[in-house]
């Protein structure tokens, strides 16, 4: 490509009113989603009060954080076929529903529980028959079920989002993607210390301090009332808007339209390589992204004796979303403006910049050290997360089945995240120390991956020199 057509292609040319139509349509798509984010990452924020309060170990939070990413992951393989099956709207609209649900449950169950011979458990009645079992299987349970349930997110917001953005558009998207992602991270590490604390708003109305079972309902209400803006605003292709013709359909000629037989589906996507090798390396994305997003407020508690309401964990709390926005925009753009859409060379450096991040953050002990490394961490993380996780199915699935693309790919995301709960706890629970160096082989393995695919074309790109 010419540096003219390069430039041509840089803002697309588009009908009147496409353009804040697709704003609009985004606009409460990516609300709906940053809301799904608040009602993921209370969790960390709630680990050590309710290791406090229930006497679990970090192995203990590991497995509630573990049954949460293995369900989201088989979700993400399911749901990707549904959403492909069912619409993106309506799919958001089902994991909005039930993460709702069982955030609202998670706060509840801790008022069931009760302490006998030294063990938390909880009686529920079925059949007449009262049974008794540990509160931590409870929780397990309880997050195991929001996991599926907020895996319809992503495929539904990234299979309409598909059919709203051309090909060399998806990079810059999967940018935004990763800032709506990391907005949800950000609201969530403000709102949540702060009803831990107590507040007051506009000078009038103080709230006090409350129970951490609010971090869990008061990201639900914010979820419902976005939901129901959603539901009335949204259009899932642009030829429902009445925009017809404006986004080609990339994913199989002479098709049209935003929903494909599912036979063809899973030939098309399942058989393709290069999605298991992205796959591939993007579990090592999410071990080592959920080893930061998930432990780090338990390990600066736990090593420095941080303070969750504290200016300095604020800052920390503040920078880790941010950078990771910063990153996800910056790669995006990059893989589209200078590597032509291609995802892999952007994603190798990101790997192998991480692994040395990684080694150097083991060698520091300090809190400033500490706080450092991990925004470095989460800057490369979420980079590789955004290129890989959005734009690369996009690419691969086109509109008809970004879903299941994003499903499949994403799933292993999780696969990988799920070692950073369990296991992570574990190591953790022997020495702290362990922190870090858990993370070193990831970098170098999603690396390795991302330089096998090094110039594979993906659909609606064509090879250089044609």
């Excluded at 088989?74 to 958001?92: F, H, P, S, V, Y």
């Excluded at 990391?182 to 709102?191: A, C, Q, S, W």
């Excluded at 690396?447 to 096998?452: I, K, N």
Aim: overall charge positive.
């Amino acid at each position: 490509m010419n540096p003219t057509a390069a430039s041509a292609s840089a803002r697309l040319p588009y009908p009147a009113g496409f353009r804040p139509r697709r704003g609009s349509n985004w606009g409460f798509l990516g609300l709906l989603y940053t809301s799904f984010y608040m009602c993921r990452y209370n969790l960390p924020l709630a680990n050590k009060s309710i290791s406090d309060e229930f006497g679990f170990s970090r192995a203990d939070i590991g497995a509630i954080l573990t049954s949460w990413a293995l369900a989201y992951a088989c979700g993400q393989i399911i749901n990707g076929l549904l959403a492909d099956r069912l619409g993106g709207k309506r799919t958001m609209l089902i994991g909005a529903a039930g993460t709702i649900t069982m955030n609202v449950l998670f706060g509840a169950a801790s008022k069931w529980g009760f302490l006998k011979q030294g063990h938390w458990l909880v009686t529920l009645s079925w059949l007449h028959l009262d049974l008794a079992l540990p509160l931590l299987t409870l929780f397990i349970a309880i997050r195991g079920v929001d996991g599926y349930l907020q895996a319809f997110g992503a495929p539904g917001f990234i299979k309409i989002n598909t059919a709203w953005f051309s090909h060399r558009e998806r990079g810059t998207f999967s940018g935004i993607f990763g800032f709506v992602i990391n907005l949800g991270r950000f609201g969530i590490f403000t709102l949540g210390p702060a009803l831990l604390a107590g507040f007051t708003v506009l000078g009038l109305l103080h709230v006090p301090p409350l129970h951490w079972r609010w971090l869990f309902w008061a990201p639900s209400v914010l979820c419902a009332l976005v939901a129901l803006g959603m539901a009335l605003t949204v259009k899932e292709t642009p030829e429902e808007a009445g925009f017809h013709g404006v986004i080609p359909d990339d994913s199989i000629p002479g098709n049209t339209g935003a929903r494909a037989p599912l036979g063809l589906v899973l030939r098309t996507i399942a058989t393709n390589p290069v999605v298991w090798v992205t796959a591939c390396a993007y579990a090592c994305t999410g071990a080592v992204r959920r080893a930061v997003d998930d432990w780090f407020p338990r390990y600066m508690q736990d090593l420095y004796h941080a303070d969750l309401k504290s200016a300095a964990f604020q800052f920390l709390a503040f920078l880790i979303p941010f950078v990771a926005s910063v990153g996800s925009l910056s790669a995006g753009y990059v893989s589209d403006r200078f590597f032509k859409g291609h995802r892999a060379p952007v994603a190798a450096a990101l790997y192998f910049l991480e692994t040395a991040i990684i080694v150097m953050a083991a060698q520091f002990h300090t809190a400033n050290a500490a706080v450092l490394f991990l925004v470095l961490i989460s800057f490369t993380a979420n980079s590789t997360h955004s290129i890989l996780g959005s734009a690369a199915p996009m690419d691969i699935g086109g509109r008809r089945m970004a879903g299941f693309a994003v499903g499949l790919i994403d799933s292993f995301q999780y696969f990988g995240g799920s070692l950073a709960g369990y296991f992570l706890g574990k190591l953790l629970d022997k020495s702290l120390g362990n922190y870090f160096y858990f993370m070193v082989p990831f970098g170098v393995i999603g690396g390795v991956l991302m330089l096998t695919v090094l110039g594979k074309v993906t659909a609606g790109s064509k090879p250089e020199g044609h």
